[in-house]
């Protein structure tokens, strides 16, 4: 693997610097020519690419291929700023489509089992990705994208779907759904037994939940659009560990302040470099996840490294009474109850010995009702979901529009006041 | 006609209502009458303008979330039981009413309420057919 490794990351290194000019300009500027990558622990030397830079070569500044050879693109939602555009080649397709259907395999999906595809199809990298590595390991493939949970459930007992892949979150929702509007809906009794889950962090205590209430094995795919989308890595049927597909993606763990890179085992941020991708070659990109990398005995026989399952970023991640909270996953809930980007602001503070969690939301036009009560239960609503889908009880406070200060168009979310 | 209510969503903190109020007096919307329902941290304040569609669009470009509800202004004899005998026709044909406030203006000897329905179509009929005054827009805001 090793060997493969160094040739791919020789080859990677050198495509990168000769067919785009932003990462040569930046290797000439570190002193770093691909000629003198002897060895894997050359690595230290090549400099590292972060979310900023991708923001600042929008859209195809990046791209190490021209665009006739390019035939897709994929793009982040943009919300924080400009968005981040991936571009993929027909083989960067190929290649997609191949790690994707191995996760699939890791779960022990086959060409017999119906695959509901609940994430998104578009610009997210979700619904496509799963999409093709679906169609890829010869499964029926149901594109029925996000939302509609009254036709998920139709469809699940209709064709037999036997794995559903979407948010975490969603299938949280599917259960609160069944519970509340379709009692007579009996989920164990379909056919469905594995749930495909990704796009946003989630907990040990959220699996438990989802497989309790929906009765299947919840399983992580992680990935990320930067790298290629879902299919960087995958849980095993040994729920413990995702597996590294480190014949595509090289991974190291850094010390997010120095950068330097920490031996296998150490917890820190995981950076990424595509080893085989032809129109986006992803170099030394600094996700910001906070993981650890290692090996064990895996009972499935895989000797691929595996990673943690992400729950940590080096960057927004609030640990709340014990709970991890990513605005971003604020955020979702947010989204659900308004079905647009809302406007939030999260404050933490301690009470005593207790951490408190406010957050206030913007009311929109779309939000707004001249009778009280509509206001009250859309706020009970947002507070029920931040217990169920976040497991926190979050104080939810209604605010004018603008009241949040806003910062070069985009709004701080998170204000701790724990530090003072 | 209906009666055209604004709805302004305010923070129940010092100087929010204050804010909202010289934005009309600004834009010269006279204010007719108004009520405010309040819970702990917010405040929904019901306006009878004479101008509501221009509050309403000055309003949002000062980025203040506001709507526009139809209501249904109702005249009844100024005195005892009136309001009463009003309330019973609704109950007994099952209207429920959201909200309701009285008009502070009294026109002759008659007195006006202000109602929030669900249904405002179903609530005007059971009132015309038991022979009630419902006052129009133009009557009461005279546009």
């Known amino acids: 693997m090793k060997e493969l490794q160094y040739e791919r990351l020789k080859w990677s290194l050198t495509h990168a610097y000769n067919n785009n000019k932003h990462y040569h300009d930046k290797f000439e500027q570190a002193g770093f020519h691909p000629d003198n990558f002897k060895s894997l622990a050359d690595m230290k030397h090549v400099p590292f690419l972060n979310k900023q830079e991708m923001r600042n070569n929008y859209p195809f500044g990046l791209f190490a291929m021209p665009l006739d050879k390019v035939v897709r693109v994929h793009s982040s939602s943009g919300t924080t700023g400009n968005a981040t555009v991936v571009g993929y080649t027909k083989n960067d397709v190929e290649v997609f489509a191949e790690v994707v259907a191995r996760c699939l395999g890791c779960y022990g999906v086959t060409e017999k089992d119906v695959i509901q595809v609940a994430y998104g199809y578009g610009l997210f990298t979700g619904g496509l990705g799963l999409h093709y590595g679906s169609e890829k390991i010869g499964a029926l493939t149901v594109p029925i994208s996000g939302g509609n949970t009254e036709r998920q459930l139709m469809l699940i007992k209709d064709f037999g779907t036997t794995v559903l892949a979407c948010t975490p979150s969603y299938a949280l929702n599917v259960a609160d759904y069944i519970e509340k509007k379709k009692p007579d809906y009996d989920i164990r009794k379909t056919k469905l037994r594995i749930g495909v889950f990704g796009a946003e962090p989630w907990s040990q205590a959220m699996r438990s939940e989802i497989e309790s209430r929906l009765g299947i094995d919840a399983y992580d795919i992680y990935g990320l659009s930067e790298v290629i989308g879902p299919g960087v890595s995958a849980e095993c049927e040994a729920k413990s560990g995702l597996h590294v597909f480190e014949d595509h993606f090289y991974v190291e763990i850094i010390d997010p302040d120095t950068g330097e890179i920490l031996p296998e085992g150490e917890q820190g941020e995981i950076v990424y470099t595509s080893l085989t991708k032809e129109a986006f070659p992803t170099i030394r990109y600094r996700s910001r996840d906070i993981t650890r990398l290692y090996h064990d005995n895996c009972k499935c026989g895989r000797t691929l490294v595996k990673m943690e399952k992400v729950t940590g970023r080096s960057d927004d991640m609030l640990i709340i009474r014990g709970v991890n909270v990513f605005p971003s996953q604020i955020e979702t809930v947010l989204m659900e109850a308004e079905g647009t980007e809302p406007h939030y602001q999260i404050i933490v503070d301690r009470k005593g010995s207790l951490d408190d969690i406010e957050v206030m939301v913007e009311v929109s036009e779309k939000l707004f009702s001249d009778e009280v009560k509509v206001l009250d239960n859309l706020k009970k609503h947002i507070t029920d979901r931040f217990r169920s889908a976040l497991g926190i009880s979050a104080k939810v406070t209604l605010v004018e529009p603008m009241t949040i200060a806003r910062s070069e168009g985009k709004a701080q979310r998170v204000i701790d006041k724990r530090k003072i | ?143």
């Open chain 2, 1 to 143: 006609m209906n009666v055209t209510q604004v709805s302004v969503f305010i923070e129940n903190k010092p100087g929010h209502l204050q804010s909202v109020l010289k934005i009309l007096a600004d834009a010269d919307i006279n204010i007719i009458t108004l009520t405010i329902a309040e819970t702990t941290d917010f405040g929904i304040l019901r306006l009878i303008v004479n101008k509501p569609e221009k509050a309403a669009e000055v309003l949002k470009q000062s980025h203040i979330t506001c709507s526009i509800t139809d209501v249904l202004a109702l005249e009844i004899d100024d005195k005892a039981g009136s309001l009463h005998k009003a309330i019973d026709t609704f109950s007994r044909r099952k209207l429920n009413i959201e909200y309701m406030y009285a008009f502070t203006e009294k026109r002759g000897d008659r007195a006006v309420m202000i109602f929030r329905f669900d249904n405002i179509e179903a609530a005007k009929k059971a009132l015309q057919e038991e022979g009630y005054n419902i006052i129009s827009k133009i009557d009461l805001i005279g546009v």
